[in-house]
């Protein structure tokens, strides 16, 4: 038996579909059809349409829930997941689909309700189905569509009955529609929205958009109403404005001005009931006010520049795939706005509808994307891209009809976007034309049209930020990319943004305060969106019943990307990542400024005052809380500064004195309680010498003579010239380490952007790493040497077969009762790139010879993990933290845990501190940081996920001197050259005691 024909067919589908419309919330009957259906699985799609007989018996077929994706449920027995980011899994063979093609065949028997209106047009509405379903309905055909995260209705007025009634639909994987829908992002088929018949009333409505605007204190609503004459008169209410407008006939719906109103954005998201009345139907909607338009190169809405700190969200839950679930999306966008995210790109498919009901309701700009990308084709040169083929042109402008149609009622949309990574065509041509003419007042992005041709906004993925400072700027007018010098100057007149930038794939990414700071310095530059929100892992389980959360190539699949799709500022089990922290920090809309023993409070934000917020301070010595309160500060307008003076402040003799000021919720919000912190600042107020300055110069020690290296400096045991004992406990190093478990962003194959001479493109810096053997050092103690009260041992580094080597010098003396180690590490010549890291690591058994450490408390830099380039969002202060608190459980194992500069950490062990490391700053008043952990960056590196990670028995201590940044080379620009870290010259200082 042959597939069916209409799977090489090209047409978005046939049969009764009905023209797409609002999402509306009207009185119309309507009848649920989620729940239990038989379902039958098929690894191909040659199959009878035997699923449409009314006779044939389903009691044997299994049962499933609607919605769900078939790959979710069954425990395998309906296929598996499978995780690709440009590639497709099955032959580019455009428009067919191999025969391997899974189907899923669904049986649900319902009753028309007693009470179901007679003579209303009856609308079958499927929300979401992957790829292409084809429809019965009592045994007689409906129609076949595509478009999986596209709405569409059938008209079924002829095939519903009184009583029961049987509803068929079989669901292929693949299909032409798999072509355009080459997202980053699982492949989960099935009927993963809602079903539901719809009772269409023939004086109803048939659509209701109600455009408005902003100006001034005056709003004004454009209605446009599509109804039949039979329905009018309609009105309009909008209760609390006093608006209730009347209008006979479809030629009288005319704009109506409502004033005073106050406006709609982000901040303050002022939504308006309404209701639109027929005589048949009437829809409720919530309305906001609001102008978007572009003023030269701005992006405005009501008047004033939009900067979009925002993330590209995909819809993904770790057992529901991208089945709803509205308690989950209102934690989602409410976690979004406690950390400041002010956007959305619905990356790259119009989200589920009520998902933008909530935007609208809770605050975010949303810039809202077509289901749309061919990607894979850009691996094959663009060959056959349906982009820019005629045949694929009624389904391009049929995807973007049912995006714009469904969406067009939020005032929280303010850009249509095209779709994603298409390449570039006159069917994408078309869809801007098409959306030009329907909606004007929205601008249309694509980031695929690099010259200009058909959009209102220049946008890139992943530019440098010497490229991107470039766009921001006239300069020299150099050629953007793909532009001829002509075409540039053309972008050049566009508002910009990133729509993909700061790739955040495990820990990272670094450098977000640099873009940050290139859009507050160039008004051309409004922002971007962050890859991405939330890690798509789907949790799973191996063979033995642990659970984790599986990626690409967990699922058995020929072809995957591995752990790319695990690349969210929260990870998959929801807990928000150091890098979301690092961003709510560099982002947030009320900075801080100490000049002259003021606060400089300046407000960022697009339109509100800071009337919702309250300032509040505290001041440390050391770490420990002495003092705070609230400061007085006038009301500051958006764009706007005030300077307060600073109390006077307790400072403390010796040691530091913090002050830490942070605007926090005055009241509670609909999105966090009173007193959540919007945005805070710290200012180092102390009388005393800074900790960063340099310590003086050790005492120099005499009579150095070689010996054995076997003896006993106050709490500390040697052997052999190596630490073997502190306080009576098993501690065995310092050994250099140069390694550290690569991250992501390490295994990116990116070249630095800025010319660092310390990348090859094409090669990531973990391959240069392994290439020079960081990962396997071997050690050769060169010599060892003695003085009262001191030891002295020197010791070459290197690796097999390398000629690169390290020496370092370790000096250990006792003074005062104080024990100081000081470490010089002295890197050879002929070293060819960055190192990961610089520093000594101390082994801390806890099997027979030792307790095992539980945690640690630190004073420096925290309580998160911190790198280089992502230091925004730590602050100064003292911590605890068990040994697991301290590092991020990253779905594929690498660095992490850093803290940065440290001036002290005690080790806890059952009964309490343990041991104590006190530290000195460096000859440039650098201090060191340290990472503690289970297992050592060798053993991080060699698993795959975090339940690979093998037991341990021993607790590793790590004190770096120097750590690489963390950058966003995974997809996007390498680390800094200021956060490079180069082999050189360092010295470690601290003081050790039991």
């Given at each position: 038996?042959?597939?069916?024909?209409?799977?090489?067919?090209?047409?978005?589908?046939?049969?009764?579909?009905?023209?797409?419309?609002?999402?509306?919330?009207?009185?119309?009957?309507?009848?649920?059809?989620?729940?239990?259906?038989?379902?039958?699985?098929?690894?191909?799609?040659?199959?009878?349409?035997?699923?449409?007989?009314?006779?044939?018996?389903?009691?044997?077929?299994?049962?499933?829930?609607?919605?769900?994706?078939?790959?979710?449920?069954?425990?395998?027995?309906?296929?598996?997941?499978?995780?690709?980011?440009?590639?497709?899994?099955?032959?580019?063979?455009?428009?067919?689909?191999?025969?391997?093609?899974?189907?899923?065949?669904?049986?649900?028997?319902?009753?028309?309700?007693?009470?179901?209106?007679?003579?209303?047009?009856?609308?079958?509405?499927?929300?979401?189905?992957?790829?292409?379903?084809?429809?019965?309905?009592?045994?007689?055909?409906?129609?076949?569509?595509?478009?999986?995260?596209?709405?569409?209705?059938?008209?079924?007025?002829?095939?519903?009955?009184?009583?029961?009634?049987?509803?068929?639909?079989?669901?292929?994987?693949?299909?032409?529609?798999?072509?355009?829908?080459?997202?980053?992002?699982?492949?989960?088929?099935?009927?993963?929205?809602?079903?539901?018949?719809?009772?269409?009333?023939?004086?109803?409505?048939?659509?209701?958009?109600?455009?408005?605007?902003?100006?001034?204190?005056?709003?004004?609503?454009?209605?446009?109403?599509?109804?039949?004459?039979?329905?009018?008169?309609?009105?309009?209410?909008?209760?609390?404005?006093?608006?209730?407008?009347?209008?006979?006939?479809?030629?009288?719906?005319?704009?109506?001005?409502?004033?005073?109103?106050?406006?709609?954005?982000?901040?303050?998201?002022?939504?308006?009931?309404?209701?639109?009345?027929?005589?048949?139907?009437?829809?409720?909607?919530?309305?906001?006010?609001?102008?978007?338009?572009?003023?030269?190169?701005?992006?405005?809405?009501?008047?004033?520049?939009?900067?979009?700190?925002?993330?590209?969200?995909?819809?993904?839950?770790?057992?529901?795939?991208?089945?709803?679930?509205?308690?989950?999306?209102?934690?989602?966008?409410?976690?979004?706005?406690?950390?400041?995210?002010?956007?959305?790109?619905?990356?790259?498919?119009?989200?589920?509808?009520?998902?933008?009901?909530?935007?609208?309701?809770?605050?975010?700009?949303?810039?809202?994307?077509?289901?749309?990308?061919?990607?894979?084709?850009?691996?094959?040169?663009?060959?056959?891209?349906?982009?820019d083929d005629a045949r694929w042109r009624d389904a391009y402008l049929d995807r973007i009809e049912r995006t714009v149609e469904r969406d067009k009622n939020h005032p929280s949309v303010i850009v249509w976007s095209l779709g994603n990574e298409a390449g570039t065509g006159s069917n994408l041509a078309a869809m801007a034309a098409w959306v030009h003419?329907?909606?004007?007042?929205?601008?249309?992005?694509?980031?695929?049209?690099?010259?200009?041709?058909?959009?209102?906004?220049?946008?890139?993925?992943?530019?440098?930020?010497?490229?991107?400072?470039?766009?921001?700027?006239?300069?020299?007018?150099?050629?953007?990319?793909?532009?001829?010098?002509?075409?540039?100057?053309?972008?050049?007149?566009?508002?910009?943004?990133?729509?993909?930038?700061?790739?955040?794939?495990?820990?990272?990414?670094?450098?977000?305060?640099?873009?940050?700071?290139?859009?507050?310095?160039?008004?051309?530059?409004?922002?971007?969106?962050?890859?991405?929100?939330?890690?798509?892992?789907?949790?799973?389980?191996?063979?033995?019943?642990?659970?984790?959360?599986?990626?690409?190539?967990?699922?058995?699949?020929?072809?995957?990307?591995?752990?790319?799709?695990?690349?969210?500022?929260?990870?998959?089990?929801?807990?928000?990542?150091?890098?979301?922290?690092?961003?709510?920090?560099?982002?947030?809309?009320?900075?801080?400024?100490?000049?002259?023993?003021?606060?400089?409070?300046?407000?960022?934000?697009?339109?509100?005052?800071?009337?919702?917020?309250?300032?509040?301070?505290?001041?440390?010595?050391?770490?420990?809380?002495?003092?705070?309160?609230?400061?007085?500060?006038?009301?500051?307008?958006?764009?706007?500064?005030?300077?307060?003076?600073?109390?006077?402040?307790?400072?403390?003799?010796?040691?530091?004195?913090?002050?830490?000021?942070?605007?926090?919720?005055?009241?509670?919000?609909?999105?966090?309680?009173?007193?959540?912190?919007?945005?805070?600042?710290?200012?180092?107020?102390?009388?005393?010498?800074?900790?960063?300055?340099?310590?003086?110069?050790?005492?120099?020690?005499?009579?150095?003579?070689?010996?054995?290296?076997?003896?006993?400096?106050?709490?500390?045991?040697?052997?052999?010239?190596?630490?073997?004992?502190?306080?009576?406990?098993?501690?065995?190093?310092?050994?250099?380490?140069?390694?550290?478990?690569?991250?992501?962003?390490?295994?990116?194959?990116?070249?630095?952007?800025?010319?660092?001479?310390?990348?090859?493109?094409?090669?990531?810096?973990?391959?240069?790493?392994?290439?020079?053997?960081?990962?396997?050092?071997?050690?050769?103690?060169?010599?060892?040497?003695?003085?009262?009260?001191?030891?002295?041992?020197?010791?070459?580094?290197?690796?097999?077969?390398?000629?690169?080597?390290?020496?370092?010098?370790?000096?250990?003396?006792?003074?005062?009762?104080?024990?100081?180690?000081?470490?010089?590490?002295?890197?050879?010549?002929?070293?060819?790139?960055?190192?990961?890291?610089?520093?000594?690591?101390?082994?801390?058994?806890?099997?027979?010879?030792?307790?095992?450490?539980?945690?640690?408390?630190?004073?420096?830099?925290?309580?998160?993990?911190?790198?280089?380039?992502?230091?925004?969002?730590?602050?100064?202060?003292?911590?605890?933290?068990?040994?697991?608190?301290?590092?991020?459980?990253?779905?594929?194992?690498?660095?992490?845990?850093?803290?940065?500069?440290?001036?002290?950490?005690?080790?806890?062990?059952?009964?309490?501190?343990?041991?104590?490391?006190?530290?000195?700053?460096?000859?440039?008043?650098?201090?060191?940081?340290?990472?503690?952990?289970?297992?050592?960056?060798?053993?991080?590196?060699?698993?795959?996920?975090?339940?690979?990670?093998?037991?341990?028995?021993?607790?590793?201590l790590i004190v770096d001197a120097g750590q690489h940044g963390v950058g966003s080379a995974a997809c996007g620009p390498d680390v800094w050259l200021e956060h490079a870290l180069r082999p050189e010259a360092?010295?470690?200082?601290?003081?050790?005691?039991?």
């Open positions: 038996m042959l597939p069916p024909a209409y799977l090489a067919d090209t047409a978005p589908g046939r049969g009764a579909r009905l023209a797409p419309r609002s999402w509306l919330r009207t009185d119309a009957p309507t009848l649920s059809l989620s729940g239990e259906w038989a379902f039958r699985y098929s690894p191909h799609a040659a199959l009878p349409d035997d699923v449409a007989v009314p006779g044939l018996d389903d009691t044997g077929w299994d049962r499933l829930p609607v919605p769900a994706h078939w790959v979710l449920q069954g425990d395998g027995a309906y296929g598996r997941p499978a995780y690709t980011n440009v590639q497709y899994p099955f032959p580019v063979d455009p428009p067919h689909v191999p025969d391997e093609n899974p189907t899923g065949d669904y049986r649900r028997r319902f009753d028309l309700p007693a009470d179901w209106p007679a003579g209303a047009q009856v609308a079958l509405r499927f929300d979401g189905v992957e790829s292409l379903y084809r429809v019965w309905l009592n045994g007689e055909e409906v129609g076949v569509a595509t478009g999986s995260r596209l709405a569409q209705e059938f008209d079924v007025t002829g095939l519903v009955r009184p009583g029961e009634n049987l509803l068929s639909v079989r669901v292929h994987q693949w299909s032409p529609a798999s072509y355009l829908e080459d997202q980053d992002q699982w492949w989960l088929p099935g009927i993963f929205r809602d079903v539901t018949l719809v009772a269409r009333p023939l004086d109803g409505l048939g659509d209701v958009w109600l455009r408005t605007g902003w100006d001034a204190e005056t709003g004004w609503v454009d209605p446009e109403i599509v109804a039949e004459e039979a329905a009018f008169p309609v009105t309009l209410r909008i209760p609390e404005l006093g608006v209730e407008a009347v209008w006979d006939s479809p030629a009288a719906v005319a704009r109506i001005e409502v004033g005073p109103a106050e406006p709609w954005s982000a901040e303050s998201p002022r939504l308006y009931d309404a209701t639109v009345a027929s005589r048949g139907e009437t829809a409720s909607l919530r309305i906001g006010f609001r102008t978007v338009e572009i003023r030269g190169d701005r992006l405005l809405v009501n008047g004033r520049r939009v900067v979009f700190h925002g993330m590209n969200r995909h819809e993904t839950h770790p057992e529901r795939g991208r089945v709803f679930d509205e308690a989950h999306a209102r934690e989602d966008l409410a976690l979004m706005k406690r950390f400041n995210v002010n956007a959305i790109r619905t990356s790259h498919y119009p989200p589920h509808p009520r998902l933008l009901e909530l935007a609208d309701e809770l605050g975010l700009w949303v810039v809202l994307e077509c289901d749309l990308e061919t990607h894979g084709f850009g691996m094959h040169d663009w060959a056959g891209n349906p982009s003419a329907r909606d004007p007042e929205r601008p249309v992005h694509y980031e695929g049209d690099y010259t200009g041709e058909y959009t209102d906004v220049y946008s890139r993925m992943y530019p440098s930020l010497l490229e991107t400072r470039e766009i921001g700027t006239d300069g020299s007018l150099a050629p953007l990319l793909g532009c001829s010098p002509a075409q540039g100057a053309r972008q050049r007149t566009k508002p910009f943004l990133l729509c993909e930038y700061a790739h955040a794939m495990g820990n990272g990414p670094g450098a977000l305060d640099r873009y940050e700071a290139l859009v507050d310095e160039l008004p051309r530059l409004h922002g971007g969106f962050v890859w991405e929100w939330r890690d798509h892992g789907l949790l799973t389980r191996t063979a033995d019943g642990t659970p984790f959360y599986g990626y690409g190539g967990d699922f058995g699949e020929v072809v995957h990307d591995g752990s790319f799709v695990m690349d969210g500022m929260v990870l998959s089990s929801g807990v928000p990542t150091p890098g979301l922290h690092e961003f709510k920090a560099v982002v947030q809309p009320v900075r801080f400024a100490f000049a002259g023993g003021a606060l400089v409070v300046s407000n960022h934000r697009h339109s509100a005052s800071t009337a919702d917020l309250r300032l509040v301070w505290r001041v440390e010595h050391d770490g420990r809380p002495v003092a705070d309160g609230v400061l007085e500060v006038p009301e500051v307008a958006a764009g706007s500064s005030a300077t307060v003076p600073v109390p006077g402040l307790p400072v403390a003799e010796t040691g530091e004195t913090w002050f830490t000021v942070e605007a926090v919720l005055a009241e509670d919000a609909s999105w966090a309680p009173a007193g959540h912190v919007v945005a805070t600042a710290q200012l180092d107020a102390g009388r005393a010498a800074s900790a960063a300055a340099p310590a003086p110069a050790p005492a120099r020690v005499r009579g150095w003579q070689p010996a054995a290296g076997d003896l006993r400096l106050g709490a500390a045991e040697f052997a052999g010239g190596r630490l073997v004992r502190l306080g009576g406990r098993v501690v065995s190093g310092p050994l250099l380490e140069l390694f550290r478990a690569p991250t992501d962003n390490d295994e990116g194959g990116y070249s630095n952007p800025e010319g660092s001479d310390a990348s090859i493109p094409g090669t990531s810096s973990a391959q240069l790493w392994r290439a020079q053997g960081l990962d396997r050092l071997v050690h050769r103690l060169v010599s060892v040497e003695e003085a009262p009260g001191a030891l002295r041992t020197v010791t070459r580094v290197s690796a097999a077969n390398a000629t690169a080597s390290v020496t370092v010098e370790q000096v250990w003396t006792l003074s005062d009762g104080e024990l100081e180690l000081r470490v010089e590490i002295e890197p050879s010549t002929g070293w060819p790139s960055v190192w990961p890291r610089v520093g000594v690591r101390f082994e801390l058994p806890d099997d027979d010879r030792g307790p095992a450490v539980s945690g640690v408390e630190w004073f420096g830099l925290g309580p998160l993990e911190s790198y280089p380039d992502s230091l925004r969002a730590a602050q100064v202060g003292r911590y605890t933290a068990t040994v697991d608190e301290l590092s991020v459980e990253y779905a594929r194992p690498q660095e992490t845990g850093h803290r940065s500069e440290v001036r002290s950490l005690a080790l806890g062990g059952p009964d309490g501190a343990d041991l104590r490391w006190d530290f000195l700053p460096d000859g440039r008043g650098r201090l060191p940081g340290f990472t503690l952990s289970r297992h050592t960056p060798q053993q991080i590196a060699a698993a795959g996920h975090p339940h690979e990670l093998p037991a341990s028995t021993t607790t590793h360092r010295t470690l200082r601290m003081r050790l005691r039991a």
